[in-house]
T-cell receptor, first 115, second 112 residues
Framework: DTGVSQDPRHKITKRGQNVTFRCDPISEHNRLYWYRQTLGQGPEFLTYFQNEAQLEKSRLLSDRFSAERPKGSFSTLEIQRTEQGDSAMYLC?????????????FGQGTRLTVV | EDQVTQSPEALRLQEGESSSLNCSYTVSGLRGLFWYRQDPGKGPEFLFTLYSAGEEKEKERLKATLTKKESFLHITAPKPEDSATYLCAGLGVIQGAQKLVFGQGTRLTINP
Protein backbone atom coordinates (compact mmCIF):
# COMPACT_ATOMS: atom_id res chain seq x y z
CA ASP A 1 0.00 0.00 0.00
CA THR A 2 1.74 3.09 -1.22
CA GLY A 3 -0.67 5.78 -0.13
CA VAL A 4 -4.09 7.30 -0.60
CA SER A 5 -5.47 6.62 -4.06
CA GLN A 6 -8.10 8.69 -5.83
CA ASP A 7 -9.95 7.96 -9.03
CA PRO A 8 -10.38 9.50 -11.51
CA ARG A 9 -7.57 12.07 -11.54
CA HIS A 10 -9.48 14.33 -13.89
CA LYS A 11 -13.17 14.61 -14.73
CA ILE A 12 -14.88 16.94 -17.19
CA THR A 13 -18.65 16.96 -17.06
CA LYS A 14 -21.51 18.98 -18.41
CA ARG A 15 -23.54 21.12 -16.05
CA GLY A 16 -26.43 19.13 -14.61
CA GLN A 17 -24.74 15.75 -14.82
CA ASN A 18 -23.95 13.58 -11.81
CA VAL A 19 -20.37 12.61 -10.97
CA THR A 20 -18.86 10.17 -8.48
CA PHE A 21 -15.32 10.10 -7.15
CA ARG A 22 -13.61 7.27 -5.32
CA CYS A 23 -10.99 7.33 -2.58
CA ASP A 24 -9.02 4.34 -1.32
CA PRO A 25 -7.31 5.24 1.97
CA ILE A 26 -4.13 3.78 3.38
CA SER A 27 -4.87 0.30 4.71
CA GLU A 28 -6.06 0.23 8.33
CA HIS A 29 -6.51 4.00 8.46
CA ASN A 30 -9.81 4.45 10.27
CA ARG A 31 -10.29 8.15 9.55
CA LEU A 32 -11.06 9.51 6.11
CA TYR A 33 -11.56 13.13 5.11
CA TRP A 34 -12.85 14.86 1.99
CA TYR A 35 -11.67 18.37 1.12
CA ARG A 36 -12.27 20.74 -1.77
CA GLN A 37 -9.63 23.11 -3.06
CA THR A 38 -10.05 25.96 -5.54
CA LEU A 39 -7.20 27.69 -7.30
CA GLY A 40 -5.03 29.77 -4.99
CA GLN A 41 -6.82 28.64 -1.84
CA GLY A 42 -6.11 26.09 0.84
CA PRO A 43 -8.24 22.94 1.07
CA GLU A 44 -11.68 23.38 2.64
CA PHE A 45 -13.13 20.66 4.83
CA LEU A 46 -16.20 18.88 3.42
CA THR A 47 -16.82 15.78 5.49
CA TYR A 48 -15.18 13.23 7.74
CA PHE A 49 -15.59 9.52 8.46
CA GLN A 50 -14.43 7.46 11.36
CA ASN A 51 -14.66 3.91 10.10
CA GLU A 52 -18.04 3.76 8.31
CA ALA A 53 -19.65 6.54 10.34
CA GLN A 54 -19.91 10.00 8.82
CA LEU A 55 -19.28 12.22 11.84
CA GLU A 56 -19.36 15.71 10.43
CA LYS A 57 -20.46 17.55 7.33
CA SER A 58 -19.44 21.08 6.46
CA ARG A 59 -21.95 23.77 5.59
CA LEU A 60 -20.19 23.75 2.21
CA LEU A 61 -21.70 20.34 1.53
CA SER A 62 -25.06 21.11 -0.04
CA ASP A 63 -27.84 18.58 -0.51
CA ARG A 64 -26.39 17.79 -3.94
CA PHE A 65 -23.34 16.26 -2.30
CA SER A 66 -23.31 12.85 -0.65
CA ALA A 67 -20.47 10.76 0.69
CA GLU A 68 -20.34 7.16 1.78
CA ARG A 69 -17.80 4.82 3.27
CA PRO A 70 -19.30 1.34 3.27
CA LYS A 71 -17.60 -1.10 5.61
CA GLY A 72 -15.11 1.54 6.64
CA SER A 73 -12.87 0.96 3.63
CA PHE A 74 -13.02 3.03 0.43
CA SER A 75 -15.18 6.12 0.17
CA THR A 76 -17.20 7.72 -2.60
CA LEU A 77 -18.21 11.34 -3.04
CA GLU A 78 -21.14 11.98 -5.37
CA ILE A 79 -22.21 15.34 -6.72
CA GLN A 80 -25.65 15.48 -8.27
CA ARG A 81 -26.79 18.09 -10.82
CA THR A 82 -23.32 19.60 -11.07
CA GLU A 83 -22.92 23.37 -11.32
CA GLN A 84 -20.01 25.40 -12.65
CA GLY A 85 -19.22 26.45 -9.09
CA ASP A 86 -18.45 22.82 -8.27
CA SER A 87 -15.31 23.00 -10.42
CA ALA A 88 -12.42 22.36 -8.05
CA MET A 89 -9.87 19.81 -6.89
CA TYR A 90 -11.46 17.24 -4.58
CA LEU A 91 -8.95 15.83 -2.13
CA CYS A 92 -9.19 12.78 0.09
CA UNK A 93 -7.02 12.19 3.14
CA UNK A 94 -6.73 9.38 5.67
CA UNK A 95 -5.17 8.97 9.10
CA UNK A 96 -4.82 6.36 11.81
CA UNK A 97 -6.00 6.56 15.38
CA UNK A 98 -9.00 7.50 17.42
CA UNK A 99 -8.49 10.40 19.79
CA UNK A 100 -4.79 10.87 19.30
CA UNK A 101 -3.42 13.11 16.63
CA UNK A 102 -1.54 11.63 13.74
CA UNK A 103 -0.40 12.54 10.31
CA UNK A 104 -3.10 12.86 7.67
CA UNK A 105 -1.93 11.74 4.25
CA PHE A 106 -3.55 13.09 1.10
CA GLY A 107 -4.24 11.56 -2.26
CA GLN A 108 -3.40 13.29 -5.53
CA GLY A 109 -6.91 14.61 -5.88
CA THR A 110 -9.61 14.55 -8.53
CA ARG A 111 -9.78 17.68 -10.67
CA LEU A 112 -13.41 18.36 -11.62
CA THR A 113 -14.27 20.74 -14.43
CA VAL A 114 -17.95 21.53 -15.03
CA VAL A 115 -18.61 23.02 -18.46
CA GLU B 1 -14.79 30.38 14.25
CA ASP B 2 -11.64 28.38 13.63
CA GLN B 3 -9.21 30.22 11.41
CA VAL B 4 -5.71 29.77 10.04
CA THR B 5 -3.95 32.66 8.29
CA GLN B 6 -0.68 32.37 6.40
CA SER B 7 1.69 35.13 5.38
CA PRO B 8 3.00 36.19 3.02
CA GLU B 9 0.71 34.93 0.26
CA ALA B 10 3.65 34.73 -2.10
CA LEU B 11 7.40 34.89 -1.55
CA ARG B 12 10.15 35.01 -4.13
CA LEU B 13 13.73 34.29 -3.00
CA GLN B 14 17.08 33.82 -4.59
CA GLU B 15 18.72 30.42 -4.22
CA GLY B 16 20.51 30.32 -0.87
CA GLU B 17 18.47 33.19 0.62
CA SER B 18 16.96 32.00 3.90
CA SER B 19 13.53 33.15 5.09
CA SER B 20 10.50 32.21 7.19
CA LEU B 21 6.83 31.61 6.47
CA ASN B 22 4.23 32.48 9.10
CA CYS B 23 1.06 30.67 10.15
CA SER B 24 -1.27 32.26 12.71
CA TYR B 25 -4.08 30.16 14.10
CA THR B 26 -7.18 30.25 16.25
CA VAL B 27 -8.45 26.67 16.37
CA SER B 28 -10.70 25.28 19.09
CA GLY B 29 -9.04 22.55 21.13
CA LEU B 30 -5.97 22.47 18.91
CA ARG B 31 -4.58 18.95 18.79
CA GLY B 32 -1.77 19.59 16.32
CA LEU B 33 -0.36 22.01 13.76
CA PHE B 34 0.42 20.48 10.39
CA TRP B 35 2.66 21.69 7.56
CA TYR B 36 2.24 20.41 4.01
CA ARG B 37 3.98 21.06 0.71
CA GLN B 38 1.86 21.16 -2.44
CA ASP B 39 3.14 21.12 -5.99
CA PRO B 40 0.89 22.37 -8.81
CA GLY B 41 -1.88 19.91 -9.70
CA LYS B 42 -0.98 17.51 -6.90
CA GLY B 43 -2.27 16.69 -3.44
CA PRO B 44 -0.59 18.10 -0.32
CA GLU B 45 2.50 16.21 0.83
CA PHE B 46 2.91 15.85 4.59
CA LEU B 47 5.95 17.58 6.13
CA PHE B 48 5.53 18.01 9.89
CA THR B 49 3.14 17.85 12.82
CA LEU B 50 3.80 19.98 15.90
CA TYR B 51 1.87 19.23 19.08
CA SER B 52 2.94 21.72 21.73
CA ALA B 53 4.37 25.20 22.06
CA GLY B 54 8.15 25.20 21.95
CA GLU B 55 8.33 22.12 19.79
CA GLU B 56 10.59 22.15 16.74
CA LYS B 57 10.99 19.69 13.87
CA GLU B 58 13.48 19.63 11.01
CA LYS B 59 13.67 18.02 7.61
CA GLU B 60 16.54 18.84 5.28
CA ARG B 61 16.41 22.64 4.72
CA LEU B 62 13.08 23.07 6.55
CA LYS B 63 12.47 23.68 10.24
CA ALA B 64 9.04 24.16 11.77
CA THR B 65 8.43 25.80 15.13
CA LEU B 66 5.29 26.35 17.20
CA THR B 67 4.17 28.95 19.74
CA LYS B 68 0.78 29.30 21.40
CA LYS B 69 -0.54 31.49 18.61
CA GLU B 70 1.56 30.84 15.52
CA SER B 71 3.91 28.55 13.71
CA PHE B 72 6.89 29.32 11.51
CA LEU B 73 8.41 27.36 8.68
CA HIS B 74 12.04 28.36 8.35
CA ILE B 75 13.77 27.65 5.07
CA THR B 76 17.56 27.67 5.17
CA ALA B 77 19.62 28.09 1.99
CA PRO B 78 16.72 27.09 -0.27
CA LYS B 79 17.14 25.48 -3.67
CA PRO B 80 14.90 25.85 -6.76
CA GLU B 81 13.34 22.44 -6.01
CA ASP B 82 11.93 23.91 -2.80
CA SER B 83 9.57 26.00 -4.93
CA ALA B 84 6.01 25.01 -4.03
CA THR B 85 2.98 26.16 -2.07
CA TYR B 86 3.36 25.54 1.64
CA LEU B 87 0.15 24.92 3.56
CA CYS B 88 -0.40 25.15 7.28
CA ALA B 89 -3.36 23.46 9.00
CA GLY B 90 -4.65 23.28 12.54
CA LEU B 91 -6.22 20.06 13.78
CA GLY B 92 -9.22 20.94 15.91
CA VAL B 93 -11.82 18.92 17.74
CA ILE B 94 -15.43 19.96 17.28
CA GLN B 95 -18.16 17.88 18.93
CA GLY B 96 -15.77 14.95 19.15
CA ALA B 97 -14.83 15.05 15.49
CA GLN B 98 -11.38 16.01 14.33
CA LYS B 99 -10.82 18.12 11.26
CA LEU B 100 -7.97 20.05 9.65
CA VAL B 101 -8.49 23.78 9.10
CA PHE B 102 -6.15 25.03 6.39
CA GLY B 103 -4.67 28.39 5.66
CA GLN B 104 -4.61 29.70 2.12
CA GLY B 105 -0.99 28.79 1.63
CA THR B 106 2.24 30.61 0.83
CA ARG B 107 3.45 30.27 -2.75
CA LEU B 108 7.24 30.07 -2.56
CA THR B 109 9.44 30.58 -5.61
CA ILE B 110 13.21 30.05 -5.45
CA ASN B 111 15.11 31.59 -8.35
CA PRO B 112 18.43 29.99 -9.37
Amino acid sequence: DTGVSQDPRHKITKRGQNVTFRCDPISEHNRLYWYRQTLGQGPEFLTYFQNEAQLEKSRLLSDRFSAERPKGSFSTLEIQRTEQGDSAMYLCASSLGFYSTSEAFFGQGTRLTVV
Amino acid sequence: EDQVTQSPEALRLQEGESSSLNCSYTVSGLRGLFWYRQDPGKGPEFLFTLYSAGEEKEKERLKATLTKKESFLHITAPKPEDSATYLCAGLGVIQGAQKLVFGQGTRLTINP
